[in-house]
């Protein structure tokens, strides 16, 4: 009888463990409107040329009790691309560089994030244009408690070369140089709110079918 109840109070502690664990991981919803991608590229040897996508969405698992257990999948729409120039921006969307017709977004998937002293670096695969290339990308995170739920708030930058993801246009100019860096840098600025919770099995109600056209309520 006593190793029955030992065996029990065991398991009920490892439930109860378990059940803390899970509520210390949460999934957020990253928030388009307060969320963004900038970039910086040179342009013609001698200035920066600045832009944006104004499209970030995507979802977060942040475990607060051990970051390195979170993960992050976020997607940007390329049609989204602006540098605040009408003509520039058309020639951006064009096969030339992100063929938004074909390729409609850029997604980042992380594969695990790691402590790196006071460095957090979420380690995944980036894709672009249909290339799929693994980055480690530096971020820092930030939390804020509301009336609605915890939010969370990551900064992350890192450089690309354009031209391992097929972003190759480019045009030599006098003097020596091109019109466009390879270099890109990049900074993702992200805003996360609690997801709403999943309906429960069962819990929708189905709604009845329609009565006939012309028909008349059955009589009580």
């Known amino acids: 009888m006593r190793t029955f109840r030992s065996k029990g109070l065991f398991l009920a502690v490892l439930f109860a463990l378990a059940l803390s664990a899970s509520a210390l991981a949460a999934d957020y919803k990253i928030d388009p409107n307060h969320s963004s ?41 390329t049609a989204t691309i602006t540098t605040d120039n009408e003509g520039r921006d058309k ?18 998937k992380s594969k695990r994030v790691e402590k790196r002293g006071n460095q ?16 480690e990308l530096p971020f820092e995170l930030s939390k804020l408690a509301t009336a609605r739920g915890t ?14 993801y097929g972003v190759s246009w480019n045009k030599a ?9 390879d270099e890109v840098k990049i900074e993702l600025s992200l805003e996360a709110r609690p997801a709403p919770p999943a309906p429960a ?3 929708a109600a189905t709604a009845p079918a329609a009565a006939p056209a012309g028909s008349s309520p059955a009589k009580k």
Do not use: C, Q
């Open 37 to 77: 991608a900038t970039f910086s590229v040179r342009h013609m040897v001698i200035s920066n040329v600045p832009g944006r996508f104004s499209n970030v969405s995507g979802s977060i698992n942040y475990d607060d009790a051990d970051v390195t257990k979170s993960s992050v999948e976020a997607v940007i729409k």
């Open 91 to 108: 020639h951006l969307k064009s096969a030339d560089f992100f063929d938004v017709e074909k390729y409609p977004e850029i997604t980042f």
């Open 120 to 135: 957090l670096v979420a380690i995944g695969t980036l894709t672009m244009k249909g290339v799929s290339k693994d980055i």
């Open 151 to 164: 939010m969370i708030g990551i900064v992350a930058e890192t450089k690309l070369n354009r031209m391992d």
């Open 173 to 181: 100019i006098e003097g020596g140089g091109v019109v466009v860096g």
């Open 201 to 203: 099995p069962g819990a």
